[in-house]
């Protein structure tokens, strides 16, 4: 959890660098989270980055909605 300016260029250098990564903004936020439901989005969104990069299934039953990874 980082300023956007920050995190945008990280963002830009993992896509230069051909690392799959995803960038996610949650308005409102700022350097941390502070609404429960951000939260529980961020570790959703965590997760399922892990599955796709690493390769695992998520039980469908969990309700997580897959994120989009950039492979660039």
């Known amino acids: 959890m980082v300023p ?3 995190a945008e260029l ?3 250098a993992l ?3 051909g690392v799959p990564h ?3 903004l ?3 936020e700022q350097h941390g989270f502070r609404k429960a439901e951000n939260i529980r989005a ?3 969104g965590e997760l399922s980055f892990y599955s ?3 390769g695992f299934d998520l039980p469908p039953e969990d309700g997580i909605t897959p994120i989009a990874v ?3």
């Open 70 to 72: 950039v492979r660039q």
């Open 15 to 17: 896509r230069e660098n």
């Open 22 to 24: 995803a960038y996610v």
């Open 42 to 44: 961020a570790l959703d």
């Open 10 to 12: 990280m963002a830009a």
């Open 52 to 54: 796709q990069v690493l």
């Open 26 to 28: 949650f308005a409102g």
């Open 4 to 6: 956007p300016a920050q």
